[in-house]
T-cell receptor
Framework: IAGITQAPTSQILAAGRRMTLRCTQD?????MYWYRQDLGLGLRLIHY???????GKGEVPDGYSVSRANTDDFPLTLASAVPSQTSVYFC????????????FGPGTRLTVL | GQNIDQPTEMTATEGAIVQINCTYQ??????LFWYQQHAGEAPTFLSY????GLEEKGRFSSFLSRSKGYSYLLLKELQMKDSASYLC??????????FGAGTTVTVRA
């Protein structure tokens, strides 16, 4: 693995189903983030984690949950998907110190019907 | 809340210069980032400003004025591959990024 990966690449999901989007980084970054990107709205932060074992809510956390059991993995779970959660989801990581940019994964395109 | 504004679209000719403006009002400030995002791809880092002034990196330069809540990204000697969305992002007092909606730049031959 080089950098940050996400799975699946895309998914079509029935409303009401549970779904976990996976994110893994091999850069030993402390901080990880989940964003959703919608046309005309830009990237919006869903949840973040400054270090393993801690998580925090971003701008649009409702309907989503995260966990950070270790440094490398940061899964995002939709407990009961709704059509408004149709979006492109990006995971990102950074080493958390001032001046360091966030590195983004390739994204997951999720469609909820 | 955070408020970050940038133009929706810009068009320019190959070889020309384009300036993308970004104005912001945020709770706390710990730096401003510019990212490039090609269609269907992830954003990639272009530049970072935390102090006032101009940062130059090859064909791309970024300027910041903290007192005015203003930044711009300057793209020189435009190439067709520069057609992309350019995202302005501000890191707030809690070190979280807030993004503008992005500026789509189209480079014409």
């Amino acid at each position: 693995i080089a950098g940050i990966t996400q799975a699946p690449t895309s998914q079509i999901l029935a409303a009401g189903r549970r779904m976990t989007l996976r994110c893994t980084q091999d850069m030993r970054h402390n901080a990880m983030y989940w964003y959703r990107q919608d046309l005309g709205l830009g990237l919006r932060l869903i949840h973040y984690s400054n270090t393993a074992g801690t998580t925090g809510k971003g701008e649009v956390p409702d309907g989503y949950s995260v966990s950070r059991a270790n440094t490398d993995d940061f899964p995002l779970t939709l407990a009961s998907a709704v059509p408004s959660q149709t979006s492109v989801y990006f995971c990102a990581s950074s080493d958390g110190t001032s001046g360091n940019e966030q590195f983004f994964g390739p994204g997951t395109r999720l469609t909820v019907l | 809340g955070q408020n970050i504004d940038q133009p929706t679209e810009m068009t320019a000719t190959e070889g020309a210069i384009v300036q993308i403006n970004c104005t912001y009002q945020t709770s706390g400030f710990n730096g401003l980032f510019w990212y490039q995002q090609h269609a269907g791809e992830a954003p990639t880092f272009l530049s970072y400003n935390v102090l006032d002034g101009l940062e130059e990196k090859g064909r791309f330069s970024s300027f910041l004025s903290r007192s005015k809540g203003y930044s711009y990204l300057l793209l020189k000697e435009l190439q067709m591959k520069d057609s992309a969305s350019y995202l302005c992002a501000v890191r707030d007092g809690d070190y979280k990024l807030s993004f503008g909606a992005g500026t789509t730049v189209t480079v014409r031959a």
